[in-house]
């Protein structure tokens, strides 16, 4: 490459205090196998590519020019073929994606991570048609109407009139949702129940505050208007629930909720809940300690924390481990996926136990570096999670060379799932991505064995998050593939795209 130094070379020639001629500096990648520019001269004499490929067998990387076709953003090189054919390669478009386009406001999050976007009246009427909705909860969510004085019964039954509670000896601990919707937010909280719930003045259900103040609306009365009372609605829906009293709190119609215990209540016997889901984003919902060691901080409000122990306790989450190339990006795009609670970067489909980064990188282990997802079915259910997955990386078979190999690849397309109905939506998600690609795909599909997944270090979980310093929002499915999901031409990398870079000696090559 001619006018190419690496670090050795350069330490020799300052030993000989040479002349040092126009030249590029590289420094050996042992993760990718390639050299990374590392300084230029600037003199504008020639470009440079920002990675040379070393590896036996890559040598058709580059092009004539002698330079490499990269990643968009410069992170990952690609192994170059026909410039149009890599254009069309690994362009999968799941259909739920192909007929929306994203206009930015598809999504509305709450403080707490639900999703407000107001739904449609046609989607509230035919939610309110669903069975367990009583007439009088229609009365009061769709018509403004009230209960009755000292009958504080929810929708779906549960009892907390004064002579009722009284009876228990308790108070139930749990949340209250709107009685109608797809996708209810929680409103209140037994926590912000006040103590005047056990007195047999208390004609209505009443709270002190909302759990979030942006999941209800205060609708203020027209100065003109006889009733001067403040409504309060559902964010979500725009149903009517009660009203706010400022100081004297919230006077809530509780035929309009459900509830949701934190625990079975002995003796209930109807009390089915309904549509209890999570957050849409798990990214805002709250943790289980505001910040560890951190004494400056407040601790968790009870009526959040009391929100995380039900919603944690009804959905049933489901694990699913998937690799796409680098886990660092992998993971960051997963993240903001809705309804992923949580990701772990790790290794899987190797022999060796407890591997290190360093064994992997060896390519002697089998390992492939993974994403562990743990995601909540009702919000983000299997298919389309897998949908994702496709859509964010090349899993034709044309690409999988390299360290992108079926079976042995360190970057390779594949999926590891906990039971075998995973196993056949993914195999029936795959089928479709390769009918629309018309070609063969390397992605594997196995079931996870015992200790079949490895944490990475700690320094590789949430790499890009921690790097970039920027703070991770979840992005609405249409949102995310047309940011994650659309492959964008390669560039040729070139000393005029890059700024000269120091060493860094955690930098693992990507």
């Excluded at 407000?116 to 989607?123: I, K």
């Excluded at 004064?162 to 228990?168: D, F, I, N, P, R």
């Excluded at 809940?273 to 984003?281: L, N, Q, T």
């Amino acid at each position: 490459y001619g006018h190419v130094l690496l670090d050795d070379e350069l330490e020799n020639r300052d030993q000989q205090s040479t002349a040092l001629p126009s030249a590029f500096r590289y420094k050996y990648i042992k993760a990718s196998g390639m050299l990374k520019l590392v300084e230029g001269p600037n003199n504008g004499s020639r470009e440079a590519p920002k990675y040379i490929p070393v590896q036996r067998g890559m040598e058709n990387v580059l092009v004539s020019n002698g330079w490499s076709f990269l990643d968009p953003d410069e992170s990952e090189p690609i192994s170059a073929f026909d410039l149009d054919a890599a254009n069309e390669e690994g362009q999968y478009k799941p259909k739920w994606g192909l007929s929306k386009i994203c206009d930015g406001s598809s999504v509305k999050l709450s403080s707490l991570g639900y999703n407000l976007q107001r739904q449609s009246y046609e989607d509230i009427i035919e939610a309110s048609r669903r069975v367990g909705v009583t007439s009088q909860a229609k009365k009061v969510l769709l018509e403004g109407g009230t209960d009755q004085p000292n009958i504080q019964l929810t929708n779906n039954g549960y009892d907390f009139s004064a002579g009722t509670l009284q009876s228990k000896s308790f108070l139930p601990e749990g949340i209250f949702m709107c009685a109608i919707g797809f996708g209810s937010v929680p409103l209140f909280s037994t926590a912000d129940l006040p103590p005047s719930i056990l007195s047999a003045s208390a004609g209505w259900l009443s709270f002190e505050r909302p759990i979030a103040d942006d999941h209800v609306e205060l609708i203020h009365p027209d100065k003109l208007d006889l009733d001067q009372r403040i409504e309060v609605v559902d964010a979500r829906t725009g149903c009517h629930v009660g009203h706010y009293f400022g100081s004297d709190g919230f006077c809530i119609n509780a035929s309009a909720l459900n509830f949701v215990p934190l625990e079975k209540i002995s003796g209930d016997h109807s009390k089915e809940c309904m549509d209890v889901i999570g957050p849409f984003s798990w990214r805002s919902f709250p943790e289980d300690v505001a910040v560890k060691n951190d004494s400056k901080q407040p601790a968790i409000i009870p009526s959040h924390e009391m929100l995380r122990k039900v919603i944690l306790s009804k959905v049933e989450k489901e694990e699913i481990i998937l690799g796409a190339g680098c886990f660092w990006h992998v993971e960051f795009a997963l993240r903001r996926i809705p309804g992923v609670i949580d990701t772990v970067a790790g290794y899987a489909g190797g022999t060796l136990p407890y591997p290190t980064y360093k064994d992997i990188c060896s390519g002697t282990t089998g390992h492939a570096e993974v994403v562990k997802v743990v995601f909540d079915p009702t919000v983000c259910d299997t298919g389309k999670l897998i949908d994702c997955w496709l859509a964010m990386h090349d899993p034709t078979v044309v690409r999988a060379h390299g360290k992108r190999a079926r079976e042995t690849g360190q970057y390779r397309s594949c999926a590891f799932v906990s039971n075998e109905k995973m196993k056949k939506i993914a195999s029936d998600t795959m089928k479709t991505c390769q009918q629309q690609l018309g070609k063969e795909l390397s992605s594997e599909v196995k079931l996870l064995t015992t200790n079949g997944f490895w944490a990475a270090e700690e320094r590789h979980q949430r790499h890009d998050e921690r790097r970039r310093s920027v703070e991770l929002y979840t992005l609405s499915f249409e949102q995310w593939l047309l940011k994650y999901g659309r492959r964008s031409a390669p560039v040729t990398g070139s000393s005029e795209s890059i700024r000269a870079e120091h060493f860094d000696d955690l930098d693992d090559g990507m």
